[in-house]
């Protein structure tokens, strides 16, 4: 469980992350929608202790999260630009991180074996196409079998075939009782796998509730449409304001 009380986070004089409070649970799967500059990277790297908020308080499995960084092993992240050391190889990566973690008897290898990172594991990562570095950045968010994932548009720049493949361990993950959060601009990959939207506007939230909750009080088919209806109705209150 993540128990996130009233965060907020300036940079200067821009106001990032403004009084959010919500509470994540295993088996959800969490889509964490908003504009550009809503607050969503931000929100993802307080909880990963990357960025501390000004004020409020974030507690993962009842810890506060200022008080150890133990925490960060349940946790698989993928971010949305990964930068590797050019020259080295992919598999010295791995064996890095292997190293780093020290779990190498917990080791979650499906998605390296269906992505076949293994016919390029001798090429150096800067020699690699920004969807080949994709599939290794997946490959090591899932490898340690997280509680946790946040993932930050996981399937931009996958080939279809990668994306479904990844779209597919998400939900099995999900089934298995982790708790994931995503951000994703391409809202028809997040309908498969979404339980639940966040949907963050300048730095607030503007609401938290389940797919079922959104799709019948937007009464449209999809989340794409359910958005959309969403961003209309907050730009017609704002124009009139």
Same mark, same amino acid.
């Given at each position: 469980m993540i128990k996130i009380q009233n965060i907020t986070k300036i940079y200067n004089?821009?106001?990032?992350?403004?009084?959010?409070?919500?509470? +994540? /649970?295993?088996?959800?799967?969490i889509a964490l929608i908003g504009p550009n500059g809503s607050g969503k990277s931000t929100l993802m790297k307080c909880i990963l202790g990357l960025v501390f908020p000004d004020k409020g308080t974030i507690e993962v499995h009842g810890e506060k *999260?200022?008080?150890?960084?133990?925490?960060?092993?349940?946790?698989?992240?993928?971010?949305?630009?990964?930068?590797?050391?050019?020259?080295?190889?992919?598999?010295?990566?791995?064996?890095?991180?292997?190293?780093?973690?020290?779990?190498?008897?917990? *080791?979650?290898?499906? +998605?390296?074996?269906? /992505?076949? *990172?293994?016919?390029f594991i001798n090429k150096p990562l800067g020699?690699? #196409?920004?969807?080949?570095?994709?599939?290794?950045?997946a490959a090591l968010a899932f490898m340690f079998e997280p509680d946790i994932l946040i993932l930050d548009e996981p399937t931009a720049g996958l080939d279809p075939l990668s994306a479904e493949l990844l779209k597919e361990k998400i939900k099995k993950e999900k089934e298995r009782g982790k708790l994931i959060i995503i951000s994703s601009h391409i809202l028809a990959d997040l309908e498969e796998i979404t339980t639940h939207v966040i949907y963050l506007i300048d730095g607030e939230l503007e609401?938290?509730?389940?797919?079922? #909750? +959104? *799709?019948k009080d937007t009464d449209t088919p999809n989340l794409s449409k359910a958005i959309a209806k969403i961003m209309t109705e907050i730009k017609v209150i704002h124009e009139n304001n």
């Amino acid at each position: 469980m993540i128990k996130i009380q009233n965060i907020t986070k300036i940079y200067n004089k821009l106001t990032a992350l403004n009084n959010v409070s919500v509470n +994540l /649970f295993p088996t959800q799967s969490i889509a964490l929608i908003g504009p550009n500059g809503s607050g969503k990277s931000t929100l993802m790297k307080c909880i990963l202790g990357l960025v501390f908020p000004d004020k409020g308080t974030i507690e993962v499995h009842g810890e506060k *999260i200022t008080i150890s960084e133990n925490y960060r092993k349940i946790i698989g992240y993928m971010p949305q630009i990964v930068r590797f050391p050019d020259n080295m190889k992919v598999q010295q990566l791995f064996n890095m991180i292997q190293d780093i973690r020290n779990e190498k008897n917990k *080791i979650d290898n499906e +998605l390296f074996e269906q /992505f076949e *990172i293994g016919t390029f594991i001798n090429k150096p990562l800067g020699a690699l #196409s920004g969807g080949m570095k994709q599939k290794v950045n997946a490959a090591l968010a899932f490898m340690f079998e997280p509680d946790i994932l946040i993932l930050d548009e996981p399937t931009a720049g996958l080939d279809p075939l990668s994306a479904e493949l990844l779209k597919e361990k998400i939900k099995k993950e999900k089934e298995r009782g982790k708790l994931i959060i995503i951000s994703s601009h391409i809202l028809a990959d997040l309908e498969e796998i979404t339980t639940h939207v966040i949907y963050l506007i300048d730095g607030e939230l503007e609401f938290f509730k389940s797919m079922e #909750s +959104l *799709i019948k009080d937007t009464d449209t088919p999809n989340l794409s449409k359910a958005i959309a209806k969403i961003m209309t109705e907050i730009k017609v209150i704002h124009e009139n304001n």
